[in-house]
């Protein structure tokens, strides 16, 4: 599979976790750590074994290699239990905006610790995309003033689940190049899943697994099914590409595309001039950036 193709379906996979994210978090009253854990657990992991066991998946297990699936496994749990907290209070477009900073950090990261550089092509796409999330910012309206104020603690938990996505991102890259697609699917995504439940046990009593409900699973499920499924089609267009700055510019149309996904389902108004030069200028850079 072409990896432009894998990149835009596993965008658009990772805009319907988003937008499932937010909805669960509006109406769980579980700790924030039992739906992520959860999502992984009956949705990550098994989708990335089954995916895993049609692709390549030889791997030559070394200390270097455990070390570097431990701290995926760590990064990924801490970044996913605070983005779940910070999302509760941030609207699904505004969160996911300040997420946009993960971007620039796996960029920074991309290009300073495994030397991989945007060509003029994917430079100028990567411009036009962070224009057009810089025009979403102003495109979403309050809805519900008390729920919609963008309080620093929200602020600070989406920028520090953000640094904790882009070492667990950057890490991952650096973990394919010593075993294969197959391989860390069928692995890597199962230890992540595990580190992410050994966090939520810090949370497990009698009052909260009360709230454990099969409404709970359910989206919690779902939410891990979709994130699997956008992680499977990332992974396959990181090895096709080999570039995660490449990748990483050119996810950033996933920003506009959840404004227009917030509006419909979230019902959270947008202001409609903006949010179409916003989704017109991703689409320019999606198209740019993908050039070769």
Known sequence: MPWQLAITISTLAITATSLIKRHHSQKSLAPASFPPAISFVLGVAPLGIIAGL?????????????????????????????????????????????????????????WLILDERLNIHELIGAIFLITAA??????????????????????????????FGAVGLVTEKAALGHLEIGAYLM??????????????????????????????????????????????????????????????????????????GAR?????????KLLWASLTLGFIGLLIGAMR
């Open 134 to 163: 810089v025009l979403a910012i102003a495109a979403p309206e309050k809805l519900h003033k008390s729920k919609q104020i963008l309080h620093s603690r929200a602020i600070i938990l989406a920028l520090v689940a953000c640094f």
């Open 264 to 272: 419909i389902i979230l019902k959270e108004k947008e202001n409609q």
């Open 54 to 110: 049609f692709l390549p998946h030889h791997v030559h297990w070394t200390g270097w290699l455990v070390l570097l699936l431990i701290i995926i496994a760590s990064a990924t749990a801490i970044g996913n239990w605070l983005a779940f907290l910070a999302v509760k209070q941030l609207s699904a477009t505004r969160f996911t905006l300040i997420a946009r900073a993960q971007s620039i950090m796996i960029i920074a990261m991309g």
């Open 187 to 260: 692995f890597g995504y199962p230890i992540q899943s595990a580190g992410i439940a050994l966090l939520a046990l810090k949370d497990v009593n009698k009052s909260s697994l009360r709230n454990l409900t099969k409404t709970e699973i359910k989206w919690s499920s779902l939410m891990g099914l979709a994130n699997g499924f956008g992680g499977v089609f990332y992974v396959a267009a990181l090895v096709g590409s080999n570039n995660i700055s490449l990748i990483t510019a050119i996810g950033a149309i996933g920003l506009p595309l959840l404004a227009l």
